[in-house]
Each structure stands twice: as C-alpha cells, then as structure tokens.
C-alpha cells in the first residue's frame, strides 16, 4: 500500500551535482522520519542523512557539507542534493521511510560518479 520511488540517478563527473527524489505514495498517516541509503558493491549500507517528521536532519561524515537533504511535505516528496560529489559516492541510493511499525524501503536508483 505505501510506494516510494527515486529518481534522478545517473553518470556525473567528479564535482559534479545531483539531485535524487523520492516520492512517496500510498497510506501514509504518520512517519518518524525518512532517509537515504546507500549500497555501494561488496560494502554494508549505510545512512547517508536523514530528516524528521520536525524537520530536522542529520548526515554521515563522509557527506556532511556536500549533500542536503530536504522535504517538499505538498508533493510527498523528499530530496538529496548532492555537490561535489566523488568517485566514491558511487553506489545504489534508497530511500527509506520510517513509521511507527513499519520501514519502507524505494527500489532504489545508481549513481555513478566517474570521468
């Protein structure tokens, strides 16, 4: 019943940007929070940032300074954009709701940061 789809992946330069979207569907009463993930080959998925139902956020180290996440609460939709991205941001990007008792997982979209 809940959908969440992202879009905006794709081939970037090193210093480059990107925005990633998340659109969420479905019966959403309520969430904690919503995030995004990344997976990048043979590693562990990680937290890339993540804002709440207030409105605030938090991020990885690795990104902090270069990525914002941010949520448009009239289209249901959550964004990353992400700047001076790096050869090593390169991975498969989720994003994730978070409810009461329930995580929600979007399919995901790759991002791969090359020249």
């Known amino acids: 019943q809940v959908q969440l789809v992202e879009s905006g992946g794709g081939l970037v330069q090193p210093g480059g940007s990107l925005r990633l979207s998340c659109a969420a569907s479905?019966?959403?009463?309520?969430?904690?929070?919503m995030g995004w993930y990344r997976q990048a080959p043979g590693k562990q998925r990680e937290l890339v940032a993540g804002?709440?139902?207030?409105?605030?956020?938090n991020y990885a180290d690795s990104v902090k300074g270069r990525f914002t996440i941010s949520r448009d609460n009239v289209k249901n939709t959550v964004y990353l954009q992400m700047n001076s991205l790096k050869p090593e941001d390169t991975a498969v990007y989720y994003c994730?709701?978070?409810?009461?008792?329930?995580?929600?997982w979007g399919q995901g979209t790759q991002v791969t940061v090359s020249s």
């Open positions: 994730k709701l978070v409810t009461l008792h329930y995580d929600y």
């Open positions: 804002i709440s139902s207030g409105g605030s956020s």
């Open positions: 479905g019966s959403i009463f309520r969430f904690n929070a």
